[in-house]
T-cell receptor
Framework: ETGVTQSPTHLIKTRGQQVTLRCSSQ?????VSWYQQALGQGPQFIFQ???????GRGNFPPRFSGLQFPNYSSELNVNALELDDSALYLC????????????FGDGTRLSIL | AQKVTQAQTEISVVEKEDVTLDCVYE???????LFWYKQPPSGELVFLIR??????QNEISGRYSWNFQKSTSSFNFTITASQVVDSAVYFC???????????FGKGTSLLVTP
């Protein structure tokens, strides 16, 4: 069983640029959630995708957007990057929306200069 | 609004000691779910347990045990006979019955030394 995989592992960008992070869900999982984890903090929910539709969103501005594809993989896009966007971005998949345990990938470390 | 508090920022123990990680939560919902995750230095969050608000039975899994008490809104996690491999950051999280988001605490960093 293949787990959740994320790419790239690390990324360095400058303010104002745009970035796309990718996530492949665990086999059999149709729901993907994205979280932002600042250094020393717990993960913060960005949004969730279920069957290619956004299923819920946390307190993040519209410049954070996403997609889910028919194979349930997902992308997180962030426009107009700001210094505070520097964080570990975690993708999690689960077998359905709701309160099934979410299984996380290793994350993408994004640094904004 | 939901809130999860992990008051212990860092804990350091010597191998084979028992250690308890505290988690206190706030929610207005009568139905909710509580989770514990482990985050080793590699960064991946590893799922440990999920409990729903109607199941107050304590759970034991090997050296791990969990004590859920609705009366005190707590869901504490105990590691018995700790090992160096237990060193990690541990997160408690809460979600609503009809929700989808995990609301995490700030985590407790556990260091187990030989």
């Amino acid at each position: 069983e293949t787990g959740v995989t994320q790419s790239p592992t690390h990324l360095i960008k400058t303010r104002g640029q745009q970035v796309t992070l990718r996530c492949s869900s665990q086999s059999g999982h149709n729901t993907v959630s994205w979280y932002q984890q600042a250094l020393g903090q717990g993960p913060q929910f960005i949004f969730q995708y279920y069957r290619e539709e956004e299923n819920g969103r946390g307190n993040f501005p519209p410049r954070f957007s996403g997609l889910q594809f028919p194979n349930y993989s997902s992308e997180l896009n962030v426009n107009a990057l700001e210094l505070d966007d520097s964080a570990l971005y975690l993708c999690a998949s689960s077998p359905g929306a709701g309160n099934q345990p979410q299984h996380f990938g290793d994350g993408t470390r994004l640094s904004i200069l | 609004a939901q809130k999860v508090t992990q008051a212990q920022t860092e804990i350091s123990v010597v191998e084979k000691e028992d250690v308890t990680l505290d988690c206190v939560y706030e929610t207005r919902d009568t139905t909710y779910y509580l989770f514990w995750y482990k985050q080793p230095p590699s960064g991946e969050l590893v799922f440990l347990i999920r409990r729903n608000s109607f199941d107050e039975q304590n759970e034991i899994s090997g050296r791990y045990s969990w004590n859920f008490q609705k009366s005190t809104s707590s869901f504490n996690f105990t590691i018995t006979a700790s090992q160096v491999v237990d060193s990690a950051v541990y997160f408690c999280a809460l979600s609503e019955a009809t929700g989808y988001a995990l609301n995490f605490g700030k985590g407790t960093s556990l260091l187990v030394t030989p």
